[in-house]
């Protein structure tokens, strides 16, 4: 099993999406929400769960898993599946992903 490496970003991401979820439609529903992410990464850990290739971007497959109305974007290394962000499906996730990766490797997260 692959470890699972979250980004600052996507973990503030799916956070923000649990209080978004819980302020609209209560506590079940934002726990029952959140924890499809939680399971979509052990699924990506134990190789059940591949996603779609995305695109290469700065020298990096980038792959997608869709879950519920948003995509978690990562990256397959030997031993880790990198969580790079997690954005809604209206989102201009190319741009955003453009902006997100050379942050994310100027740090040393990727």
Do not use: C
Not at 79 to 105: S, T, W
């Amino acid at each position: 099993m692959k470890r699972v490496v979250v980004s600052a970003e996507a973990d503030a991401e799916v956070r923000s999406i649990y209080r978004f979820t819980w302020r609209k439609w209560g506590e079940a529903r934002a726990d029952t929400y959140v924890a499809q992410f939680h399971d979509a990464y052990v699924r990506l850990a134990n190789g059940t769960a591949m996603g779609r290739f995305f695109r290469n971007i700065d020298g990096m497959e980038v792959r997608r898993l869709e879950v519920g109305r948003h995509i978690v974007v990562f990256a397959l290394r030997e031993n880790a599946v990198l969580v790079l962000q997690v954005f809604h499906d209206r989102m201009d996730v190319l741009a955003r992903l453009e902006r997100l990766i050379p942050r994310l490797k100027s740090r040393g997260a990727i």
